[in-house]
């Protein structure tokens, strides 16, 4: 929710149905789920339309992940769903 957020901040999504999309901004080379990273590896590459908008996106991306020690462990398939009989 925090990176899809600070992509609507940077004008790249809507937070109304009239609001317009500006495909010049966002996010590439984002920095997978339990990537083994270290203070000098980028957590994205930001395209914004100026540098207040990018150093904006930068902070909410950053608070957006969260680091730790190990990688989080989740299940290959959380929840199955299917119909009963």
Do not use: C, K
Not at 12 to 27: A, E, Q, S, Y
Not at 29 to 38: E, K, P, S
Not at 54 to 81: M, Q, V
């Amino acid at each position: 929710r925090g990176v899809g957020m600070a992509v609507v901040a940077l004008g790249g999504g809507r937070t109304t149905p009239t609001d317009r999309i500006d495909h010049r901004v966002g996010f590439d080379q984002l920095l997978g789920l339990g990537t083994t990273a270290d203070n000098r590896t980028p957590i994205a590459r930001i395209h914004a339309r100026d540098e207040a908008s990018a150093i904006d996106a930068e902070n909410r991306l950053r608070a957006a992940y969260r680091f730790g020690a190990t990688a989080p462990t989740f299940p290959l398939i959380p929840e199955r769903i299917a119909p009963t009989e």
